[in-house]
């Protein structure tokens, strides 16, 4: 087995990853599972008890989600309404034990097409901080993950912080995961929306969908077409096929691309009336 340090603060943790390359770990629930059978030859940094990295923090016109976060730590918060999108994918994450052990740098450092907490975040306009012993630097989420199983991340920086804007007006926000059962299941298909809404009518809306190409992608055409449009039962009638035509769906064991492809427009537009159909 490689080298395994546990840092116990921040700048222990910068200082190891600027003196060698090593294998971040964030909760390790994928890395783990996928090397079972097999000796562990890599040099680990494990961050995942390093509490000042832990929680929610109101930062103004922000919230700060610690790296270390855990998805359970999510589903129990008092979180506002607008995140109610984020808090459904939190319980979505595998089982219990999966939630109580991964975490939200773990889930998107991953860059899994399939990451539950992508969508959401997506839909959030969320970015993530990055430090590094040479500074830091803030990235939108959708410019950090840049292919499957890639990410923006220099190989001395570590994901200290996932970064959400509020937003400007009262807003909806829900996830819908289509897969083949309720739980412990792999995507085949998932959606978040965000819909803010101003005397009746969409003045805002930011959709994505995740497990539909090799990263999560927002739907700008169809977040255009929203805008103005009274927030009102049956507005996910005008979700098109066009909208969704820049996903990338594939072939594999849990649907075919085709069935991605209309899965996707079925969960936008069911996601989207019953945001419409909220009272709140």
Sequence with gaps: MGLYLRPTDLAEALAAL???PMTVLAGGTDFYPARVGRPLADDILDITALAALRGVIDAGDHLRLGATTRWSDVAAAALPPWLDGLRLA?????GVQIQNAGTIAGNLCNASPAADGMPPLLALDAAVELASRRGRRVLP????ITGNRRTARAGDELLTAVLVP??????RAGFSKLGGRRYLVISIVMAAAVLE????????ARIAVGACAPVAQRLGDLEAALVGRACAPGLGGLVEDA????????DDVRGTAGYRRDAARTVVARLIDALAGDPA
């Design 18 to 20: 600027a003196d060698q």
């Design 90 to 94: 939190a319980r979505e994450v595998g």
């Design 141 to 144: 989420l959708a410019s950090f």
């Design 166 to 171: 509020k937003p400007r007006h009262p807003a």
């Design 197 to 204: 809404v101003e005397a009746g009518r969409v003045a805002a």
């Design 243 to 250: 909208h969704l035509a820049h996903l990338a769906p594939i």
